[in-house]
């Protein structure tokens, strides 16, 4: 049972920066999988970026090169540097994790309030 809480979010202007940060209320280093996601307006949630257990990292084809996905073991969080920011990355973000895949479902999934990114032209 994990309580998950991120922080970071703000207004941007394109082309600028921000460090996201998921919170996490007990250890994560046993976390099979933590993911970003984030939903706009009139989208749907999609997936931004993975982090393994294993340190494996994935991204999405749209941040893919300007997000950077980073976990923290020790401290229990995981970041999401996101740079070269762009109005489409305007969106409410999710810290999640999930865990002891069987049969092809989480045992687990956790999901944070999320943290509201806006970045204007």
């Known amino acids: 049972q994990v309580q998950l809480v991120e922080s970071g979010g703000g207004l941007v202007q394109a082309g600028g920066s921000l460090r996201l940060s998921c919170a996490a209320s007990?250890?994560?280093?046993?976390?099979?999988?933590m993911n970003w996601y984030r939903r706009a307006p009139g989208k749907q949630r999609e997936l931004v970026a993975t982090i393994t257990s294993g340190a494996s990292m994935n991204y999405a084809d749209s941040v893919k090169g300007r997000f950077t996905i980073s976990r923290d073991n020790a401290k229990n969080t995981m970041d999401l540097q996101m740079n070269s920011l762009k109005p489409e990355d305007t969106a409410v973000y999710y810290c999640?994790?999930?865990?002891?895949?069987?049969?092809?479902?989480?045992?687990?999934?956790?999901w944070g309030q999320g943290t509201q990114v806006t970045v204007s032209s």
């Open positions: 007990g250890s994560i280093s046993t976390i099979n999988v």
């Open positions: 999640n994790a999930r865990g002891n895949f069987r049969f092809g479902r989480p045992q687990y999934d956790y």
